[in-house]
């Protein structure tokens, strides 16, 4: 047997959009783990609950369209304007002020995190030979597990020292930079789009 390396578990040409999406879910972390809380610390409690139905609906309604959209316009048509989308949503969430602001946060957010997650799985397995998909499906998920194992310890402290307005805006920063990022390793920046 073959001596064991790297590339049996990795696939580095996957790496660099397995990273962007860890750096996603490290922010969608505060949604999962700290959504909840916030809105019980505002007397929200019932919009908490709303929320994830309202964010769950967003996202559903809208995946046949961004993956036709992905299909006919290339990545970046998906996850430049869900990753504005998402920004956008940790801004709400920073800024609640009442029941209605929780709920335009989550369709924001639902429909910024329905766009890039797919779009960015789609990338990662795109990036490799077909031979190799399993490995680049599986760098995927062990960047956006990890993301979101990560974002639920740091964001924990962030919101101790803090407080969750600053988390959430903290996490809107984040994600806009995540533009910039995702715009220096996408496909279509380095020649002709494939999609």
């Known amino acids: 047997p073959h001596a064991r390396t790297i590339r049996d578990y990795v696939e580095p040409r996957a790496v660099p959009v397995s990273a962007v999406a860890g750096l996603a879910t490290l ?62 949503g940790f801004v709400a969430l920073s800024l609640i002020n009442g029941p209605l602001v929780l709920l335009g946060a ?9 766009a890039v997650h797919p779009s960015l799985q789609t990338m990662a397995v795109q990036s490799t030979s077909r031979a190799r998909s399993g490995h680049a499906t599986a760098t995927f998920f062990t960047f956006f597990d990890s993301g979101i194992a990560v974002g639920s310890l740091v964001l924990g402290i962030v919101v101790d020292a803090f407080g969750f307005r600053v988390l959430y805006a903290a996490s809107a920063v984040l994600v806009f930079a995540l533009i910039a990022l995702y715009l220096a390793i996408s496909p279509s920046r380095k020649g002709p789009s494939s999609g």
């Open 27 to 88: 922010a969608y972390a505060g949604v999962t783990a700290f959504v909840p809380l916030y809105a019980g610390a505002l007397g929200l409690s019932r919009g908490a609950a709303f929320f994830f139905l309202v964010y769950a609906g967003a996202m559903l309604v809208t995946r046949p369209y961004l993956g036709r959209r992905y299909d006919r316009r290339g990545p970046d048509s998906v996850v430049v304007p869900g990753l504005v989308l998402f920004g956008l």
């Open 106 to 114: 989550a369709v924001l957010v639902g429909l910024g995190f329905g």
